[in-house]
Every structure is written in C-alpha cells, then in structure tokens.
T-cell receptor, first 115, second 117 residues
C-alpha cells in the first residue's frame, strides 16, 4: 500500500545535538511538507518542497534544515540552533491537481523530546 | 493571503446525536479546495471530506457532510449519529488551485470535539 512513513516514532535529543527525522513516501507525490505541532495547537509549516532539489522555508524555518535529493525522501534536521524543539512533527505529501484528492497525505508523526 | 478561522476551540456532543463544526475563510479567489481533517488521540491526520469550490453540491462521506456557502465563505462540517470514535481535533483547511499560486494548505487552529457516552 502507498503511504508516508515517518521514523522514528519517538526521538530524544540532548541539548546541543542535531537530530534528523526521516520521511519517506511511495505515493509518487512531487510535493512534501514538514509541520510542527505543539500541545493543543494547530500546525505550523517548517519547510516544503515542490520538486526534487528545491525547497522553501515555511513560517518557522529557523533552527531547522531539510534536503530533497530524492522524490521519495524529505528528511528534516533539527539543529542545536532550535531552542525549543520539543514538539510533534508531521510530514505530509501532496498529489498534483487532478490526481487524487489534492489534499495532503500525512505520516504518523515523530514525537521529539529534549532531555 | 488566505486565512481560515475556526471559531469554536471546543465542542461536545452526546453519542448518536448530530454536531456541526464551523469554519470560515477569507479569499479573493473564485476557485479553490476546502478540506476537513481529523486528528484523533493517535495524532494521525486523516482526511475526512473535501469540497471543490466550483461544485455547488455539498460533499458527503457517510455520516460526514458539509454545508458549503461560497458567498458567505463558510464551510461547516456536520457529523451525524456521533460515535465515540469521532472524538478528535478537527482542522479545516483551504488550498488554492495551482493557478492561484499557493501550493500549500492553509489550516485553521482546530476544534476539539468530545463525544459523551
């Protein structure tokens, strides 16, 4: 079955460490997105990519970095510059217009905690 | 820029009854897409229903239906025969067509729905 896989499900980071969250999709979607969700809050866009080797900053990109070397993969690195990284991170991908529902398909998320 | 407003941070409903969640949006575009997503305690985001603005007929998916009022820029979600499994955070979202320029979904802040047995 096609879908989006995020790993790991839970991740613990020490102060000053960089960590990378994985997001892989086999839906053949061009566009991929990373969102951050804090408790009781909505979704805030971190980065997005509409095509391989290209990505744009979202609303809260500071302290994060991404790459898009393959269509299937869009990893997110949380750097030590991100001062408050404890949150739930969601990855999503989107079909092109006329293909599928044109909404987002989401992964199951990664819960990142700073220890 | 488009905005999406969900004016009800929390709602509750008795099992088997009907509840309506409100959503309004602001746009100058004539063609666009609207969505409702459900986020249960597992935190997996699930697409509930989708509406294309050029379609006047309201979308329906089993117990879920929408009341789409284009002129009023309103997109409410009605859940009939509410079940305990409907308890979740519900997000309304807007997306332009590619001609509109934005490739991103714009989300509301969500409505937390509690279903009482």
């Amino acid at each position: 079955d096609g879908g989006i896989t995020q790993s790991p499900k839970y991740l613990f980071r020490k102060e000053g460490q960089n960590v990378t969250l994985s997001c892989e999709q086999n839906l053949n979607h061009d566009a991929m997105y990373w969102y951050r969700q804090d408790p009781g809050q909505g979704l805030r866009l971190i980065y997005y990519s509409q095509i391989v080797n290209d990505f744009q900053k979202g609303d809260i990109a500071e302290g994060y970095s991404v790459s898009r070397e393959k269509k299937e993969s869009f990893p997110l690195t949380v750097t030590s510059a991100q001062k408050n990284p404890t949150a739930f991170y969601l990855c999503a991908s989107s079909s092109a217009p006329g293909q599928g529902h044109y909404g987002y398909t989401f992964g199951s998320g990664t819960r990142l905690t700073v220890v | 820029a488009q905005t999406v407003t969900q004016s009800q941070p929390e709602m509750s409903v008795q099992e088997a009854e009907t509840v309506t969640l409100s959503c309004t949006y602001d746009t100058s575009e004539s063609d666009y897409y609207l969505f409702w997503y459900k986020q249960p305690p597992s935190r997996q985001m699930i697409l509930v229903i989708r509406q294309e603005a050029y379609k006047q007929q309201n979308a329906t998916e089993n117990r879920f239906s929408v009341n789409f009022q284009k002129a009023a820029k309103s997109f409410s979600l009605k859940i009939s025969d509410s079940q305990l499994g409907d308890a979740a955070m519900y997000f309304c979202a807007y997306r332009s067509t590619p001609q509109g320029g934005s490739e991103k979904l714009v989300f509301g802040k969500g409505t937390k729905l509690t279903v009482n047995p």
